[in-house]
């Protein structure tokens, strides 16, 4: 019975909670370059968004959609082929951007943690895990060997890896999946950062062992006040994890906001048609809208909007002209009727003289965000 | 139900392995599993990761030989099948891998691939001509070109590779398709594309899928009948929905809890979230197996495994939960959050 006991998890209403209103991360046109042999391509094109303390940023996208480089780029860990072509990176007032390498990694560890897909890649095979998470402190923090180790125990009991005594001296090898990852939230924890980037942190875990991480990641930001920017392309983890998204698209973000807003109520279509493909609330076996198509090669993407090619809305001026992020209005239904008016000035004025007022936080990249209740 | 295509009976499975933490060398993958699946329908398979899915389509496809039980396929045991009659029973049964990327064979076509089934077995398709006329239909009917024959597996996307995954299974006209978690290395609007193939084709040609996923969405979508797995046994089965709406066995209803959803709507949900991981299939735990991890286990569930029980779903059709203490009266998982408490604070 005391082996086998179980949690029921009240979950805190978003709404609730008191928000906390500081912007801990703050990223403006982010832009990284990949010099392969066919050229070099732009993986993250102009990519912004804020982190803020206490709340949960998804970066949500399919793969090579540019959310993991993004990651990286924030973190400071490109590849020796990857270029930082521009945008600010600003954490807690300081441009990361700016930074020369040497003086980033006075930020590594106080400032940003970061978690990874594959805990047993991220973790140094030959050391023990209590020497891998006593090196923050030990780096950081000029503790002893065995001050440090101390802190490692009390670092792993934090993150409820069972005996820490004894397990502090076990090699990554003899733990299992979730107890790897468990490790890993730790060493990135260590030193109290205010950010946390966790890039796929559950995708190799199975389902009852995502649930115990998830709720780790959330006890986490709650104690320390972290933000946390998650990187996944689980729709459902974002719709219970996330307090705000950013959809991302060929390197582009293309639509964000609050997670219940942006789900409820997309305002681009690869949104919409994401959402579509999930199979809920859908008779079984009934047909799933797809997306039709698949995303543009990096090398080849299109001027005018990355979305195009799989477009159901695709229009000419969609093909001349990238759409910017704009802000969307309340109810695009009942905005459409002064749209109807003069067809086409939906087009040139997205909605610069609409009376209705724009929804805090929420941007789509899209002309015809507000025709997208007829697709 | 449809009269059973494919029934199995008490099929076991032990490995040896050379040496294990607890001493013990048998691994008991399959401990047994009694399943049957139904001319034209899909079986989910669900679990976690060792409970043994894999191995179970590996005794399916005949790549492992059980230890005890029974295979039955339309009335006869393939085990029992040598020479011809082996090989005539082999083209029914075809199977469909998780990986696209590494189930093709990069040096070759995407025609030679599909094709290389009829090299084996001569008789289906004799003549070229006819062996030409057959790929073109595999390809139109998966949603590829003809051209894309002569295509190496390299020039396609995931969901096209599998799409070819897919052809070279169905080029041999089989009754059961086994998918190994076919659409889950593929990105989300290619899964719904591939999902949708997959049901085209069964509604067309009436073959029956035994499918493979820890995706709990994607199975209750696909899925006309549910088996829950968990050690190597059979834990809970039954209707999709049945299942899904009012699971008996906790396990099931833990992992349906903890599997995210999306709900728009943006109501909170309470969340059972199971304490420790899957226990190693080297080292069991006596009588039920999931009592390490379960909130109602008593005494007993330490002691005797449980048995099979039967609970007469709506409609008549079966619904089977391994528990001592099978979830009774409640419906859905609010109520399971109710009694647990209950149980809390009466422990």
Not at chain 2, 88 to 106: C, E, G, I, K, T
Not at chain 2, 137 to 154: F, N
Request: hydrophobic share 40%; proline share 6%.
């Amino acid at each position: 019975m005391k082996t086998a006991a179980q949690t029921v998890l009240p979950e805190k209403s978003r709404v609730e909670k008191s928000r906390v209103q500081d912007v801990v991360l703050s990223v403006r046109d982010l832009a990284v370059d990949i010099r392969t042999y066919r050229g070099t391509v732009r993986a993250v094109n102009g990519v912004g968004f804020e982190a803020r303390a206490g709340e949960t940023l998804a970066l949500l996208g399919e793969s090579g959609c540019g959310k993991s480089m993004t990651a990286k780029a924030l973190a400071g860990i490109m590849d020796p082929v990857c270029d930082l072509a521009g945008g600010e990176i600003i954490l807690n007032g300081t441009d990361l951007a700016a930074l020369t390498p040497k003086e980033r990694l006075k930020f590594a560890g106080p400032e940003l943690g970061i978690v990874f897909q594959d805990a047993l890649a991220a973790l140094n095979p030959v050391y023990t895990v209590g020497t891998q998470l006593a090196e923050a402190f030990r780096i950081h923090e000029g503790l002893s060997a065995k001050d440090a180790k101390m802190q490692a125990i009390d670092l792993m009991k934090r993150v409820g890896i069972p005996e820490p005594e004894s397990r502090v001296n076990s090699y990554p090898h003899q733990f299992s999946g979730g107890m790897r990852q468990r490790i890993l939230i730790a060493m990135a924890v260590a030193l109290n950062p205010r950010l946390l980037i966790a890039d796929e942190p559950t995708t190799a875990l199975d389902v009852t062992v995502q649930a115990q991480i998830m709720q780790l990641l959330r006890k986490l930001r709650e104690e320390g006040q972290m933000a946390v920017v998650l990187i996944t392309h689980d729709l459902a983890v974002v719709a219970e994890e996330a307090d705000s998204v950013a959809v991302m698209y060929a390197g582009n973000v293309v639509e964000s906001g609050p997670v219940s807003q942006v789900f409820s109520d997309p305002r681009h279509p690869y949104t919409k048609g994401l959402l579509e493909s999930v199979p809920v609330h859908l008779e079984r076996g009934a047909h799933l809208k797809s997306i039709a198509g698949s995303p543009p090669d990096l090398h080849d993407i299109p001027t005018g909007c990355v979305y195009q090619s799989r477009c159901p809305l695709v229009q000419e001026i969609c093909r001349a002209e990238r759409p910017r992020l704009l802000p969307v209005n309340e109810h695009a239904a009942d905005a459409r009727t002064s749209v109807d008016d003069d067809a086409g000035s939906a087009l040139s004025a997205n909605n610069d003289s609409d009376a209705r007022p724009p929804l805090p936080g929420r941007v789509a990249a899209c002309h015809f965000s507000k025709e997208l209740n007829n697709v | 139900m449809s009269e059973p295509l494919l029934q199995i009976d008490g099929l076991c499975k032990t490995f040896h392995v050379a040496k294990s933490a607890s001493g013990n060398t048998r691994l008991k993958a399959l401990d047994g599993i009694s399943l049957t699946v139904g001319r034209g329908e899909t079986l989910g398979l669900v679990g976690e990761s060792g409970c043994g899915k894999s191995t179970l389509a590996r005794t399916l496809m005949m790549l492992e030989t059980p230890d005890e039980g029974t295979v039955t396929f339309e009335g006869t045991n393939p085990f029992g099948l040598r020479g011809k009659e082996l090989m005539s029973w082999r083209r029914r049964v075809q199977m469909v891998f998780q990986d696209p990327f590494a189930s093709l064979n990069a040096r070759m076509s995407a025609g030679d691939i599909i094709s290389e089934p009829w090299a084996t077995h001569r008789s289906l398709y004799p003549s070229s001509r006819e062996r030409q006329a057959r790929m073109g239909e595999l390809l139109q009917m998966v949603g590829l070109r003809p051209s894309d024959a002569r295509k190496s597996p390299q020039e396609f996307s995931g969901g096209q590779r599998q799409r070819i995954g897919i052809a070279r299974a169905l080029a041999l006209n089989p009754d059961v398709i086994i998918l190994d978690e076919p659409v889950s290395a593929l990105d989300l609007s290619v899964q719904a594309q591939v999902l949708n193939l997959l049901n085209d084709l069964q509604q067309e040609l009436g073959v029956s899928y035994i499918f493979i996923s820890h995706d709990l969405t994607v199975v209750r979508h696909v899925a006309d009948r549910v088996a829950v797995m968990y050690l190597g046994r059979i834990i809970e089965t039954g209707d999709t929905e049945e299942v899904f709406d009012h699971p008996r066995h906790p396990y099931t209803a833990a992992l349906m809890s903890a599997s995210p959803k999306l709900d728009v709507t943006g109501a909170k949900r309470d969340r059972i979230v199971l304490k420790g991981e899957l226990p190693s299939p080297l080292d069991p735990p006596s009588g039920c197996r999931f009592r390490t991890r379960c909130w109602k286990a008593k005494d007993i569930c330490a002691e005797a495994a449980p048995h099979r029980r039967v609970t007469a779903a709506a409609d008549g059709a079966l619904h089977l939960a391994e528990c001592h203490f099978p979830l009774e009266t409640i419906r859905g998982l609010a109520g399971a959050a109710a009694t647990t408490a209950a149980t809390a604070t009466a422990g």
